[in-house]
C-alpha cells in the first residue's frame, strides 16, 4: 500500500491553476491491483491537474509499452498504448463515483488518489485480442503457427469441395434461381 500513497495528490495546498504530475509505471503498479496480465510494462503518465475555484479538472494521458503475450501463438511481444481519459471532479454531501467523467467527493476531503484511475485508463487501453505484429504481415515463424495452419478446417474443406461431385437434381434447382 506504501506505493499507492504516490499517487496521493493533496489538492488543499495547492494554487487554483495548472499543476502538472508525471508518474513512471512498471509492474509493481499493476501488482498493487493484482493484476499481472503483462508480462512487463514501461509507462508514462502525464497528469494535467487544473484547480478551480469550484470544481478540480484532470486531464490523464499515458504513452508507452506493455510486453504481452500474443493471444495467437502465446509469442511475447511489446504492444504500444496510448490514451487519455478527462475526469471532473466536483464537491457535495457524499462521496459518488457513478458517473465515469464526473467524481463527486464530499466538502471536507483534501487529498484525492489517482492510482485507480491510472489503472483503469491502461487496462481499458490494451486491445481485445493482442496479436503479434509478425503474425499480421507474416514474418512470425513459430512451431504454433505451423500448427494451426496444419490443423485449419479451412485446408481440408476447400480440396474436398474441389473434387466432390454434386447432384444432378441439386443442378436443375439451381437453374430455378438463375432463370428470373
Known amino acids: ?3 499507492m500513497k504516490a499517487y ?3 489538492f488543499v495546498g495547492l494554487k487554483v491553476g495548472e499543476h502538472h504530475f ?3 509505471i512498471d509492474n509493481t503498479f499493476f501488482l498493487e ?3 499481472d496480465e ?3 510494462a514501461d509507462l508514462k503518465v502525464d497528469l494535467l491537474f487544473e484547480k478551480k475555484t469550484t470544481l478540480l479538472e484532470l486531464n490523464f494521458n499515458v504513452s508507452g509499452a506493455i510486453n504481452v503475450n500474443c493471444d495467437v501463438s502465446n509469442e511475447p511481444f511489446n504492444l504500444e498504448i496510448e490514451d487519455s481519459f478527462k475526469l471532473v471532479v466536483k464537491f457535495g454531501e457524499t462521496y ?3 458517473n465515469e467523467d464526473i467524481l463527486i467527493i464530499p466538502h471536507g476531503e483534501y487529498q484525492i488518489n489517482v492510482a485507480q484511475f491510472i489503472y483503469e485508463l491502461v487496462v ?3 486491445p481485445a485480442k493482442k496479436v503479434h505484429p509478425g503474425i499480421e504481415d ?3 515463424q513459430s512451431d504454433i503457427l505451423n500448427k494451426l495452419e496444419e490443423l485449419s478446417p479451412l485446408v481440408g474443406k476447400t480440396e474436398e469441395n474441389n473434387t466432390e461431385d454434386t447432384d444432378p437434381r441439386w443442378d436443375t434447382l439451381k437453374k430455378l434461381l438463375t432463370d428470373k
Open 1 to 3: 500500500m506504501k506505493v
Open 8 to 10: 496521493t495528490i493533496q
Open 22 to 24: 508525471d508518474y513512471q
Open 33 to 35: 491491483f493484482d493484476y
Open 38 to 40: 503483462f508480462n512487463e
Open 96 to 98: 459518488n463515483n457513478d
Open 124 to 126: 481499458l487501453a490494451m
Open 138 to 140: 507474416g514474418t512470425l
